[in-house]
Nanobody, 126 residues
């Protein structure tokens, strides 16, 4: 299984970016996919997750109302649309995929995911 993340970059506060994560070697609907992020000297934190069966979503409180996770089954791709970006959103963003379903309440745990992408840098300037 390979996950290829892209779409990061430098943007001013208030701007928008869309991240993409394309998976290969994996059944697209086998388990949830998620985005996590890690800022310098901080622990990796959950951002958003999507259930590939129900398309149900879950978000961290810090991004709720600003970020939207979605999927395109035909393209084996999950997206993270990020709007109203803030300097505190600056981090390396990682996509992750799990083999098999899991209860919604556990989708925010990094340990629940079996596969990780290489990360894409998002920098928001003030």
């Amino acid at each position: 299984v390979q996950l290829q993340a892209s779409g990061g970059g430098l943007v001013q506060a208030g701007g928008s970016l869309r991240l993409s994560c394309t998976s290969s070697g994996r059944s697209f609907s086998s388990g949830p996919m998620a985005w996590f992020r890690q800022a310098p000297e901080k622990e990796r934190e959950f951002v958003a997750a999507i259930d590939m069966w129900t398309t149900g979503t879950r978000y961290a409180d810090s991004v709720k109302g600003r970020f939207t996770i979605s999927r395109d089954k035909a393209k084996n791709t999950v997206y993270l649309e990020m709007n109203s970006l803030k300097p505190e959103d600056t981090a390396v963003y990682y996509c992750a995929a799990r083999d098999g379903r899991i209860i919604t309440s556990a989708q925010n745990r990094a340990g629940a995911y079996h596969h990780w992408g290489q990360g894409t840098q998002v920098t928001v300037s003030s």
